[in-house]
């Protein structure tokens, strides 16, 4: 609307511009008008007749030397305004009506203010010679310009970024995770924007699960040689020594590679798939009893302590998953505590959190390797000597189900020795139940 009004004004403007006579024409026809006059004041009417012969060829036109005798009738009066302004055509300084056929009558007045010179507009004086080609550029070529400069800009504003977005694409599907679009639009916010964002996300994501199949299929392969060499070995050994023992050893590389082929699809399974679980709700004192009974029965030898509530309500949460990484980083502290040492456990709640604190008394870990004690088939080097029965998954297992229930795990050094797992899982004030006495020691 601001474009048709603008274009709407300027046409008026320039029309209006057009319709009047130019400076140098209107000085022509007031110097005929004086010429006109002296020849009438000096007397000489053959002169005066021979010059408007004359002007009236020369200009193909018409002109004359005319009086005007205004008589008022009926007792009226000619006012003096009347009189000053009265023309028997138009003042050169008017404005001239475009859309007339005929060229108008102009008046040039004597000084006498009733004899007037009289001449039909020159055509080669006539204003707006260039009318018919203003109103066409003004109202199509100007705003179909305006219009292409628009669509010019809309274009590079709506392309750039899908250009953009399409190279990232080109060079993702080439193999480079870690292209990212969204830093490369600047300030903007629209929907391309909110595309480019989306791709990121994608491209983060997707790439991280590529890296992550990649890492875990070739740390797979890896672990598997293991046992099926020593498979292979007692298959070429049965022969020469005691089959029962081949045997024995045969079925417990099976097991070894069964349960780390279970792990490694469980992990696949949390990583890929993210799934969503059904929530349920559960008492997490319950459980890490649950899980501690077991721990005992399985490592006599250890002192297993623990500082719980006697209720700790969870709601929304997997009893499966959680259970499953609590017992792996109960069992993993066990393993590193030596006989008689002493695992404790001690579940607390802070704000709208639970804080479980699973600590032993091993060896501790690398302040520079606590975050990658949680990828898969990692061992500190201590470990792969010491306890050769373990792949690197228990951990790694154990981050995955933590965070499926919305929970964060980290490792940390005791300032007394040994390693301390910390779990947080979010609750929900309103739908949980506060110890009902202190924490007690078990």
């Given at each position: 609307?601001?474009?048709?009004?603008?274009?709407?004004?300027?046409?008026?403007?320039?029309?209006?511009?057009?319709?009047?006579?130019?400076?140098?024409?209107?000085?022509?026809?007031?110097?005929?008008?004086?010429?006109?006059?002296?020849?009438?004041l000096?007397?000489?009417?053959?002169?005066?007749?021979?010059?408007?012969?004359?002007?009236?060829?020369?200009?193909d036109?018409?002109?004359?030397?005319?009086?005007?005798?205004?008589?008022?009738?009926?007792?009226?009066?000619?006012?003096?305004?009347?009189?000053?302004?009265?023309?028997?055509?138009?003042?050169?300084?008017?404005?001239?009506?475009?859309?007339?056929?005929?060229n108008?009558?102009?008046?040039?007045?004597?000084a006498?203010?009733?004899?007037?010179?009289?001449?039909?507009?020159p055509?080669?004086?006539?204003?707006g010679?260039?009318?018919?080609?203003?109103?066409?550029?003004?109202?199509?070529?100007?705003?179909?310009?305006?219009?292409?400069?628009?669509?010019?800009?809309?274009?590079?504003?709506?392309?750039g970024?899908?250009?953009?977005?399409?190279?990232?694409?080109?060079?993702?599907?080439?193999?480079?995770?870690?292209?990212?679009?969204?830093?490369?639009?600047?300030?903007?916010?629209?929907?391309?924007?909110?595309?480019?964002?989306?791709?990121?996300?994608?491209?983060?994501?997707?790439?991280?699960?590529?890296?992550?199949?990649?890492?875990?299929?070739?740390?797979?392969?890896?672990?598997?040689?293991?046992?099926?060499?020593?498979?292979?070995?007692?298959?070429s050994?049965?022969?020469?020594?005691?089959?029962q023992?081949?045997?024995?050893?045969?079925?417990?590389?099976?097991?070894?590679?069964?349960?780390?082929?279970?792990?490694?699809?469980?992990?696949?399974?949390?990583?890929?798939?993210?799934?969503?679980?059904?929530?349920?709700?559960?008492?997490?004192?319950?459980?890490?009893?649950?899980?501690?009974?077991?721990?005992?029965?399985?490592?006599?030898?250890?002192?297993?302590?623990?500082?719980?509530?006697?209720?700790?309500?969870?709601?929304?949460?997997?009893?499966?998953?959680?259970?499953?990484?609590?017992?792996?980083?109960?069992?993993?502290?066990?393993?590193?505590?030596?006989?008689?040492?002493?695992?404790?456990?001690?579940?607390?709640?802070?704000?709208?959190?639970?804080?479980?604190?699973?600590?032993?008394?091993?060896?501790?870990?690398?302040?520079?390797?606590l975050?990658?004690?949680?990828?898969?088939?990692?061992?500190?080097?201590?470990?792969?000597?010491?306890?050769?029965?373990?792949?690197?998954?228990?951990?790694?297992?154990?981050?995955?189900?933590?965070?499926?229930?919305?929970?964060?795990?980290?490792?940390?050094?005791?300032a007394?020795?040994g390693?301390?797992?910390?779990?947080?899982?979010?609750?929900?004030?309103?739908?949980?139940?506060?110890?009902?006495?202190?924490?007690?020691?078990?």
């Open positions: 609307m601001l474009l048709f009004w603008a274009i709407n004004h300027l046409a008026s403007h320039t029309e209006q511009r057009m319709s009047f006579i130019a400076d140098e024409h209107q000085r022509s026809l007031v110097a005929y008008g004086r010429k006109a006059e002296s020849l009438y000096s007397g000489d009417e053959v002169a005066l007749a021979d010059w408007l012969r004359e002007l009236q060829t020369q200009e036109t018409w002109a004359a030397v005319v009086q005007s005798q205004l008589t008022p009738i009926a007792g009226s009066r000619l006012s003096q305004q009347f009189l000053e302004g009265f023309r028997l055509g138009r003042h050169v300084e008017w404005k001239i009506h475009l859309y007339f056929t005929e108008p009558i102009m008046d040039v007045t004597f006498d203010g009733h004899t007037h010179f009289l001449i039909r507009l055509q080669r004086m006539r204003p010679s260039m009318q018919p080609y203003i109103g066409p550029l003004l109202k199509v070529l100007l705003p179909l310009s305006l219009l292409i400069l628009l669509s010019v800009v809309l274009y590079r504003h709506v392309m970024p899908l250009r953009r977005l399409e190279r990232a694409t080109r060079q993702f599907s080439e193999g480079l995770y870690d292209v990212r679009v969204a830093n490369d639009l600047g300030n903007r916010r629209d929907e391309l924007t909110g595309l480019a964002e989306s791709f990121d996300h994608m491209a983060e994501r997707t790439g991280s699960l590529i890296r992550s199949q990649r890492h875990l299929i070739a740390d797979l392969s890896h672990e598997l040689r293991t046992p099926l060499t020593r498979i292979d070995m007692a298959l050994l049965s022969n020469h020594s005691n089959q023992e081949i045997l024995d050893r045969i079925k417990r590389d099976s097991a070894q590679m069964r349960a780390l082929v279970e792990d490694s699809l469980t992990l696949a399974w949390l990583e890929n798939e993210r799934p969503q679980l059904d929530p349920e709700d559960l008492d997490l004192t319950d459980l890490i009893d649950s899980i501690l009974d077991d721990a005992r029965f399985e490592f006599p030898h250890h002192q297993i302590t623990a500082c719980l509530p006697d209720h700790a309500r969870l709601c929304g949460s997997s009893q499966r998953l959680l259970g499953q990484a609590l017992e792996n980083i109960v069992r993993n502290a066990l393993h590193y505590t030596p006989p008689g040492g002493q695992v404790s456990v001690t579940l607390t709640r802070q704000d709208e959190e639970y804080r479980i604190q699973i600590s032993d008394q091993g060896p501790g870990v690398p302040e520079a390797e975050r990658s004690i949680f990828r898969p088939f990692y061992r500190v080097d201590r470990a792969r000597h010491n306890e050769p029965r373990g792949y690197g998954l228990g951990l790694a297992l154990a981050l995955r189900q933590v965070e499926a229930v919305s929970g964060s795990l980290r490792a940390f050094n005791l007394e020795g390693l301390c797992m910390e779990i947080r899982l979010p609750c929900n004030s309103g739908n949980l139940e506060a110890p009902a006495t202190e924490p007690q020691a078990v």
